[in-house]
C-alpha cells in the first residue's frame, strides 16, 4: 500500500509558528486555541494581518517549524509497514523548497528523498 501524507500542520507545526512569532514581533499573548478553525492572519488585527501572511517568505521558517507531536513515530510505523510518500506545496514560497527537504532530513531521516513530492500544486 501506499500513503501519501501532507506536511504542514501533519508533520509540521506552522500555525505553532506564526503563533510564535507573532507573539514575540508583537509582545502578545495569542494562543493557539484563539486561533482554531481560521488562519492565524484571520484572528490578529487588520493592520497585523500582511505581517502575519509574511512569516512564511522569511528565510528559516520551513526550516525551524517544530515536527507535530507524535509525528516523527507514527510515521516511522507506517514507513516500516508501507510506502510512504510526502507531498507539499513547496513553490510559493521562495525558501520553502530547500527548507522542507532539509526539515525532512533532520526529523524525518527515513523517507528517502525519492518518496518526497515537494510541488506547486500536490492535490492533483
Not at 513515530?73 to 510506502?83: A, G, M, Q, T
Amino acid at each position: 500500500m501506499i500513503l501519501f501524507v501532507d506536511m504542514d500542520e501533519v508533520m509540521a507545526d506552522t500555525f505553532g509558528a506564526h503563533v510564535e512569532i507573532y507573539n514575540r514581533e508583537y509582545e502578545e499573548c495569542l494562543t493557539l486555541e484563539a486561533c482554531m478553525g481560521k488562519e492565524v492572519w484571520h484572528t490578529v488585527p487588520e493592520d497585523r494581518q500582511t505581517s502575519v501572511r509574511n512569516h512564511a517568505r522569511n528565510r528559516g521558517f520551513f526550516r525551524d517549524l517544530n515536527p507535530i507531536a507524535d509525528s516523527r513515530s507514527v510515521l516511522k510505523k507506517l514507513n516500516d509497514n508501507y510506502e510512504v510518500y510526502i507531498a507539499s506545496a513547496a513553490m510559493q514560497f521562495s525558501n520553502s523548497l530547500e527548507e522542507k527537504s532539509e526539515w525532512l532530513d533532520e526529523h524525518f531521516p527515513f523517507i528517502p528523498w525519492q518518496r518526497r513530492i515537494l510541488c506547486g500544486n500536490k492535490h492533483i
